[in-house]
T-cell receptor, first 113, second 113 residues
Framework: DTAVSQTPKYLVTQMGNDKSIKCEQN?????MYWYKQDSKKFLKIMFS???????INETVPNRFSPKSPDKAHLNLHINSLELGDSAVYFC????????????FGPGTRLTVL | AQSVSQHNHHVILSEAASLELGCNYS??????LFWYVQYPGQHLQLLLK??????LVKGIKGFEAEFIKSKFSFNLRKPSVQWSDTAEYFC???????????FGKGTRLSVIA
C-alpha cells in the first residue's frame, strides 16, 4: 500500500513539449511538495501546498505550474520543456507545513531530448 | 536564507568500520533537523529527526545523530556499517514555521566487503 505515489516513473520527451506528472498520497496529510533532484543528486524544493493552497513557491520558471485538485493530490504540469528540465522530480507530503516529517514518493525521472 | 553543508562528498568504508557524516547549517534560530537516506534507485527515507529534547537522536538501522547547537551541527553516526548501508545520505534543515526543507548536497557512502 504505497503512501506517496507518482506517475509516471519515467518520462522521455522532446524539447518544447508539455507534460504532466501526477502525485497522490493516502496518508491523510495536509501538506504536499514538489522537489527537483538534479544530476548531481542535489535536492531543491519547488513548491509546497497546504490544504490545496500554495504556500511555498521557490524561484521556479512559470513554465512549471502545480495544481492541487484536493488535499491528496498535487500534480505538476510543465510547459515548453527544456533540456535543463531533465531531472528526477520527487513528490512528498507531511502532516503539517512545519515540525513534520516528510514522506517521499518514488520519483519521476524526466529526460528531455 | 538557510543553507546546509555536508563536507564529505563521497565516503568509502570497509564493512564493520565506524561512520560519521558531517552536517552543518547556517541559521542560528530554532530549527528542525533531519537525515534522509536514498538507496540506489529508490526514494528518500527518513533515518532520524530532531525537533526538540535530547540532542542525541536514535534512528532506524542503528543510526544516530547528535545536535550540537553551539556548532550548528547535526552529524550522523553508526558504530559499524554494513554493505547494505551503501547509499546517498542527505541532511536537511528547516526553520520553525512554513519554511521549506533545505537539503545538503548529499554524501555518497560506499561500503566494501
Amino acid at each position: 500500500d504505497t503512501a506517496v505515489s507518482q506517475t509516471p516513473k519515467y518520462l522521455v520527451t522532446q524539447m518544447g513539449n508539455d507534460k504532466s506528472i501526477k502525485c497522490e498520497q493516502n496518508l491523510g496529510h495536509d501538506t504536499m511538495y514538489w522537489y527537483k533532484q538534479d544530476s548531481k543528486k542535489f535536492l531543491k524544493i519547488m513548491f509546497s501546498y497546504n490544504n490545496k493552497e500554495l504556500i511555498i513557491n521557490e524561484t521556479v520558471p512559470n513554465r512549471f505550474s502545480p495544481k492541487s485538485p484536493d488535499k491528496a493530490h498535487l500534480n505538476l504540469h510543465i510547459n515548453s520543456l527544456e533540456l535543463g528540465d531533465s531531472a528526477v522530480y520527487f513528490c512528498a507530503s507531511s502532516q503539517a507545513p512545519s515540525n513534520s516529517e516528510q514522506f517521499f514518493g518514488p520519483g519521476t525521472r524526466l529526460t528531455v531530448l | 536564507a538557510q543553507s546546509v553543508s555536508q563536507h564529505n562528498h563521497h565516503v568509502i568504508l570497509s564493512e564493520a568500520a565506524s561512520l560519521e557524516l558531517g552536517c552543518n547549517y547556517s541559521y542560528g534560530g530554532t530549527v528542525n533537523l533531519f537525515w534522509y537516506v536514498q538507496y540506489p534507485g529508490q526514494h528518500l527515507q527518513l533515518l532520524l529527526k530532531y525537533f526538540s529534547g535530547d540532542p542525541l537522536v536514535k534512528g532506524i538501522k542503528g543510526f544516530e545523530a547528535e545536535f550540537i547547537k553551539s556548532k550548528f551541527s547535526f552529524n550522523l553516526r553508526k558504530p559499524s556499517v554494513q554493505w547494505s548501508d551503501t547509499a546517498e545520505y542527505f541532511c536537511a534543515v528547516n526553520d520553525r514555521g512554513n519554511t521549506p526543507l533545505v537539503f545538503g548536497k548529499g554524501t555518497r557512502l560506499s561500503v566494501i566487503a
